[in-house]
């Protein structure tokens, strides 16, 4: 692999990064940072920082668009909730307070809903225009919700919360797709789509990253282990054969020391990749067969 070198975007702060956007098509990269300012970056490089007004989260979470115009803010701290629009300037459009309070914040695809996850283990969908809800509440997790990821087509979204469970829903109709789907032993803290949509990806606290059919629900292979902290961020390579995965012990009140790591799999076999094996030889792959159609992949029963 080619050695990466920086290329004139850089910025070392003390106060953290709340979300980054690379802002393909509009903005350029831009980021929240911990105390609530903006980061951007001119043409030369050179940063550009302003404060977010009004603002008042002390704990936020926040989410921006692919093309960095929409920044979505939840504060953990309170039940407010409320987005910004960056072009040109800097200007909130709009800000609610919710019951319950905001533990994550997912913006879809096309950046016309909002999902709001809370302490209390409901998810609201709003309106991205104006802030007003849509639909009715989606219940069933009855923990905190962690972390929320749309689908890439906005049609789904996959909540994951304290209660070790991974829940997809349908937006449109705001209902379960199916029953919870487990396998984790402890609280998760990530969920992410493949850019197909075709796999989704789960970590927690219990250290290991776990795969899952998006159609079916069925878990993909066995789960992916290394980390010795919490999961607490994924994102799959454009091509979905790709994962990176980060460990990190913040907040974590038995870690000794803080530390963090990444981890990158060059393997994770998308959902269907082995459904035309699978429909020649009508059932999940033996270990033989495995080894000679699959490399560099523990064994796992596939076939559906």
Known sequence: MPSLQPTGYTSEDSVGYEAFSFGHGGTGPVMLLGDMRLRRWDRAGAPITEELAPSGFDT?????????????????????????????????????????????VALSPDARTVAVGGPDGVVRLLDAAGGRTVGRPLTGHDAPIRAMAFHPDGKTLATVGADQTL?????????????????????????????????????????????????TGRAIGPPLTGHTEKVTALAFSPAGTGLLTMGDTAGDQAATDQSSSLRWWESVPPAKSFDPLCSIIGDSLSEVEWSRHVTRVPYAKVCR
Do not use: C, Y
């Open 60 to 104: 936020p979470k926040a989410v921006f668009s692919s093309d960095g115009r929409t920044l979505v803010v939840g504060d953990k701290g309170s039940s407010a909730t409320a987005l910004w629009r960056i072009t040109g300037g800097v200007r909130q459009a709009w800000r609610t307070e919710l019951a319950g309070g905001t533990m994550a």
């Open 167 to 215: 829940r997809l829903w349908d937006v449109a109709t705001q209902a379960p797709m199916r029953g919870p789907l487990t396998g984790h032993t402890n609280g998760l803290t990530a969920v992410a789509f493949s850019a197909d949509g075709e796999t989704v990806a789960t970590g927690g606290v219990d250290q290991t990253v776990r795969l899952w059919d998006t159609a």
